[in-house]
């Protein structure tokens, strides 16, 4: 089926175009079997099935303002009067025959057909590939090519093909370019009778042609104009020729533009400078320069004292019209004038040419040598017409020397005028080399060269070449560096592996290494370890800097030679023989493959038994035998290998065997309550032999309770008493005591059973009375009565501290009441607790007591000769009462 679009026109607006189904929001969607042409806005559908019965409305958008439009509706109903059969496919949608496409943008070919069953869409280019870049859109339907290029221009087809038949169809894709410079004019000034080229080039498909304008005009060819493929030649420039000049490349699809102003210059000649001062010196070449600004280019003519100057050997006139005076001399003096015409007027340059005597330099002393901290002075003095200024330029190896930058080192002395000294202090290497002093006046430049020789330590050897390696040697080789004028006494050779610290001077062959030899052999190195090797070359002055290190290289592999140390061993389980040993360094093990052999044997038998351990790393080795009763003496050694063989054995030691954890547990276990939280155990060792306690632990748990939910205390060595705190009051808790040392925990002693103490009287001390007299007081309180579940009051501790002190004096009774003897001078803090087998109950209110000393009321004094004493009662609240003797 075809149903027809409504057509919009928006000019360079892209509109895109879909179909409602029915009522918004359903849109057509689009597959094999239907197609909504971007072109014409036309929908395809290539076999109508019942569910496209219903009302289409074609939607128009622009996607610069969102704007929408909708068509009216348009019915599709089904016929009822037969049934279509299949039929061949036929292309209703194509692309154009001939599609032209700028470079660079995206060209979309549409290609659908109508047919039954739904026709398939196949693309090919009939010359070559579709590009890479192609994608094919909307069910194959769209061959949409990115980027479009030159390259991809050519004819494309289009092939639709189902069960009855196929048909294509062919376009051609034609790419175009707009012109694009290669080259353009520019602005140009030229005299008038000279000659204009310009020559303007661009490229386009099709290929651009030229034309030219000269003030907004077209330029047409004449005599003097050429204009060929985008050159313009004009002959013999006149003032008439002066424009904007503009080359047009076009093609169809476009033009470029490129200007350019001429200018045809016209002017009488004319000097910058006049007159010029000009000195040389007798025996030089000396040149008399006349450029004049004139337009055309002037004729020059050259007069020395009203006199024309006539070429010969010795005087030239060069082409551009300076004057060359070779071999000067003082008959040469004068003024000379240079002359320039032309049609619109002339000039004339006056120089005054002056010949004096040449200078000389003399640079003292022309070689020095000096070694390196030594200091030395260049004197350079000139000789020179008193007329002239002369200055001075030090150089070092031809670059100027800025005394400023060379940290203090070196020193500029002008004495005099014609006298100039360079003094250099602390002399480096660095500063040897060709000294230069340039004088200068305006009529010459001389320059004399002293050299100065600095003898130094000398420099690094070259990189050092390991030529050959074994597993204790390494022939090394190496090239002289400079000596530094100080011939090369003595070489120390020096390497380096992971395992040393930094480098180190390893022996030779020779020993020494003399300073003409250029190879040795390093010797006594270890077998299998990485070495880096250096060279330092040492002369009469001093040890230069080192060589470039060599490559690393490894020493080939030998039978290790060093024993294992410090073997020895004990501790470990019952029946258990430990043998330690102190493990061999990477940078003696020789080889890969290394390992231990570790040999032993009960005192007295004669067989030794061997085990490998094949750990590089190791350094415990454990054998287990029930047979051998602990503490067993064994003579072991500790012996080495890799893969190249068996090393050295240690020296033979004797080892015993472990003697085990404890096998008995502790015996007489006791426990004593000590207050309601504190219980002491105590307890005896086990039996002497082996397998002795190094310390005990203690397990206590209540009664009720698991063992395994208990706690554990341990004691810090061997002692045999322990004290348990923080335990529940009236509560029964079951002990256990265990030995262990460093083989383990022996058995646990049969529990026992002990209760903490009832728990410390809850209630303070109450109702404090106190009668002070002078420095006693008498201290009195009401009993505290424990409850049922306290332990009985059996006295009471009265603590006595001054105040502002930590030290406390305790006092023990047992009655309600105390007389306390203070001190003179100061407060007191006193409070009463009571005792009880759990323990010390809960503190009274605390009780503050000056001395006669003291500043408060509270206290003694004298009045009329009697004792004025005062009572006081804490109870609830503090009362004190005056007490009058009769």
């Not at 002369?390 to 006298?419: A, C, D, K, M, R």
Request: proline share 7%; with cysteine; hydrophobic share 35%.
């Amino acid at each position: 089926i075809h149903l027809l679009q409504y057509l919009l026109v928006f000019a360079n607006v892209k509109i895109i175009y879909s179909w409602v189904f029915n009522e918004l929001p359903s849109f057509v969607a689009e597959d094999s079997r239907r197609f909504i042409s971007q072109e014409t806005g036309h929908l395809y559908i290539s076999k109508v099935q019942p569910s496209d019965v219903g009302s289409y409305v074609c939607q128009v958008k622009n996607t610069v303002t969102n704007a929408r439009v909708l068509s009216p509706p348009t019915p599709l109903t089904l016929k009822t009067d037969g049934v279509m059969g299949e039929y061949e496919p036929k292309i209703e949608a194509h692309f154009p025959q001939t599609v032209l496409a700028a470079k660079g943008i995206t060209v979309r070919l549409e290609c659908f057909a109508l047919g039954n069953p739904v026709p398939t869409i196949t693309w090919r280019k009939m010359s070559g590939n579709i590009p890479k870049k192609a994608r094919l859109r909307k069910s194959q339907a769209v061959l949409e090519i990115p980027n479009i290029q030159l390259e991809d221009s050519g004819s494309y087809e289009c092939k639709a093909e189902n069960t009855r038949g196929g048909t294509a169809f062919r376009g051609h894709l034609q790419v175009y370019t707009l012109p694009q410079w290669i080259s353009m004019i520019n602005d140009t000034q030229l005299d008038s009778g000279e000659q204009l080229r310009w020559e303007c080039r661009a490229t386009g498909k099709p290929r651009p042609t030229y034309r030219w304008l000269r003030n907004g005009e077209p330029l047409n060819s004449q005599s003097r104009v050429e204009m060929v493929n985008g050159e313009l030649i004009i002959h013999r420039l006149q003032q008439t020729d002066s424009g904007m000049y503009q080359c047009i490349a076009e093609n169809k699809y476009g033009a470029i533009y490129s200007s350019a102003e001429l200018k045809i210059l016209a002017s009488a000649p004319m000097f910058s400078t006049n007159p010029v001062r000009l000195i040389a010196t007798v025996g030089k070449d000396v040149s008399l320069e006349c450029r004049p600004r004139a337009s055309p280019k002037p004729r020059i003519s050259w007069r020395k004292s009203d006199r024309r100057v006539q070429p010969s050997r010795r005087i030239m006139l060069l082409r551009n019209n300076t004057l060359r005076i070779i071999n000067s001399s003082r008959s040469d003096e004068g003024s000379y004038v240079c002359r320039a015409e032309n049609q619109f007027g002339s000039a004339e340059l006056t120089t005054m040419l002056l010949v004096k005597e040449p200078m000389r330099v003399e640079l003292n002393p022309v070689r020095v040598e000096v070694t390196v901290g030594e200091s030395v002075v260049l004197s350079c003095k000139v000789t020179h017409d008193p007329s002239l200024d002369v200055s001075f330029l030090w150089l070092l190896n031809n670059q100027p020397l800025n005394t400023q930058q060379e940290g203090g080192h070196f020193e500029y002395i002008q004495t005099q005028s014609s006298t100039a000294d360079l003094m250099i202090r602390s002399i480096l290497l660095k500063h040897a080399g060709k000294y230069g002093c340039r004088a200068q006046t305006s009529a010459d430049s001389v320059l004399a060269e002293a050299e100065l020789l600095v003898r130094g330590p000398p420099g690094p050897p070259g990189v050092v070449i390991v030529e050959e390696i074994t597993d204790t040697t390494a022939t090394l080789s190496w090239s002289h560096g400079v000596d530094n004028h100080s011939p090369i006494t003595t070489y120390n050779v020096q390497a380096r592996s992971p395992v040393s610290l930094g480098w180190q001077t390893v022996k030779t062959d020779p020993e020494p290494v003399t300073g003409n030899m250029e190879s040795a052999m390093a010797v006594e190195l270890n077998p299998w370890v990485e070495y880096e090797f250096r060279v330092v070359a040492m002369n009469g002055i001093g040890t230069g800097d080192p060589s470039t290190p060599s490559r690393a290289v490894r020493t080939k592999e030998a039978v290790p030679s060093v024993a294992p140390a410090n073997v020895r061993g004990g501790n470990g389980r019952r029946h258990e023989l430990v043998i330690s040993w102190e493990p061999i360094s990477e940078e003696f093990q020789n080889g890969e493959g290394f390992g231990y052999i570790v040999a032993f044997r009960a005192n007295g038998t004669r067989g030794w038994k061997e085990k490998m351990v094949t750990s590089a790393d190791s350094t415990t080795y454990k054998y287990r035998d029930e047979t051998f009763p602990p503490l067993t003496p064994f003579e072991v050694r500790v012996g080495v290998y890799n893969n190249k063989g068996d090393g050295p054995f240690s020296e033979v030691v004797t080892v015993f065997s472990a003697e085990g954890e404890p096998r008995e547990p502790p015996s007489e276990v006791q426990a004593f309550a000590i207050s309601s939280s504190e219980i002491k155990v105590i307890w005896k060792p086990p039996n002497p032999g082996p397998g002795r306690p190094q310390a005990y632990e203690v397990s206590f748990w209540k009664d009720m309770e698991q063992e395994e939910t208990g706690k554990k205390k341990r004691t810090t060595g061997n002692e045999t008493t322990l004290l348990l705190t923080g335990l529940e009051g009236n509560t029964q808790y079951l002990i256990s005591v265990k030995g262990f040392n460093s083989a383990g925990q022996g058995p646990a002693s049969s529990p026992i059973k002990i209760s903490t103490k009832k728990n410390a009287p809850s209630l303070p001390p109450g109702n404090l009375m106190w009668i002070q007299e002078g420095n006693n007081v008498s201290l009195s309180w009401d009993p505290v009565k424990a409850r049922d579940n306290e332990s009985e009051v059996i006295g009471y501790k009265v603590i006595l501290r001054q105040e502002g002190r930590g030290h406390s004096q305790v006092m023990r009774t047992p009655n309600s009441a105390v007389v306390l003897t203070l001190p003179e001078g100061g407060t007191y803090i006193i409070e009463v607790r009571a005792v009880s087998e759990g323990g010390e109950g809960a503190a009274s209110a605390q009780v503050r007591v000056l001395t006669s000393s003291g500043k408060r009321w509270l206290g003694s004094h004298s009045l009329g000769g009697f004792s004025d004493l005062r009572m006081c009662a804490y109870g609830n609240r503090l009362d004190c009462f005056h007490i009058i003797p009769l």
